[in-house]
């Protein structure tokens, strides 16, 4: 509880408090106006960076989640006593920084990067056309960086699977494609869905991916907070759309935990 007080309920305490106040950014000094309006004014001031950050989040996670998924699946049923291996070497890239990993993601992407270069010779793009700078960078940078948030409880929920229930659907006949379709997949839901929540809500909020791989015409939520809060010193505002951001999490974890239960929640975060 004093864990949770101090690094929890504290610091979500100041940031509440600091979105009911006025800030003047040129003195640095904010009074508590009691305002809600500040909410909405935010809102719509920046609500194309929202859609933006919806988009990108959510074209990460589907990424990851069909990347994943095949991953995940052949580790838990096929993977024999080496799992514990092949989840370390899932995770091992992962231990270098997460700007380092992103700042290769910018030499990969770049036009004289490798990748581009093979395409260009291998005539399947054209000279012109480049991806760093673009959404399509940014997505791509989301997706790696948060692949781990999206395998590791796919491969929870399928290793729990009780393999009698497959081997009772194969006693009735059932193909491999069936048995997947109508038992593991079913089965899997719940992970599927935790792990769409550990991608897809830190994907959101990110910012570095995209001030390093996108341009300005892709500006997310997260960038417009970091430089609220570090450039302009409105923190009055910073606060206030990091009020919205914890809401619309807070407004996911409330829906997976009515539809599958908080017991689940428990079992996959």
């Not at 309920?9 to 100041?14: E, F, G, K, N, Y």
């Not at 991608?199 to 417009?224: C, E, H, K, R, W």
Request: aromatic content about 16%; overall charge neutral.
């Amino acid at each position: 509880m004093v864990w949770l007080a101090l690094l929890f309920i504290v610091p979500l305490a100041i940031m509440l408090s600091l979105s009911l106040k006025t800030c003047n950014p040129a003195s640095g000094v904010c009074y508590m106006t009691w305002s809600w309006g500040e909410l909405p004014h935010q809102v719509s001031l920046y609500h194309s960076q929202f859609i933006t950050s919806l988009e990108y989040a959510a074209a990460a996670t589907v990424v990851d989640l069909v990347v994943s998924f095949p991953i995940a699946y052949w580790i838990a049923f096929h993977g024999g006593r080496k799992k514990n291996f092949f989840l370390m070497m899932l995770l091992v890239p992962f231990f270098v920084s997460f700007v380092i990993r992103t700042l290769v993601w910018e030499f990969i992407l770049s036009d004289n990067g490798f990748f581009m270069t093979f395409l260009r010779h291998a005539h399947l793009i054209s000279s012109n056309f480049h991806i760093l700078g673009t959404g399509y960078a940014v997505i791509a940078g989301l997706s790696y960086n948060y692949l781990p948030f999206t395998a590791l409880p796919l491969y929870v929920a399928l290793e729990r699977i009780d393999r009698r229930v497959l081997e009772a659907a194969y006693d009735l006949y059932a193909s491999r494609r069936e048995a997947f379709q109508r038992v593991i997949l079913p089965l899997s839901i719940p992970g599927i869905f935790a792990a769409f929540l550990l991608t897809f809500i830190p994907a959101f909020g990110d910012y570095v991916n995209q001030q390093i791989l996108g341009g300005t015409s892709s500006t997310m939520i997260g960038t417009v907070i970091q430089n609220t809060f570090l450039v302009t010193g409105d923190y009055a505002a910073g606060s206030s759309l990091s009020v919205v951001l914890l809401v619309i999490s807070l407004l996911g974890i409330w829906l997976y935990a009515r539809v599958l239960g908080s017991r689940s929640i428990e079992e996959y975060l």
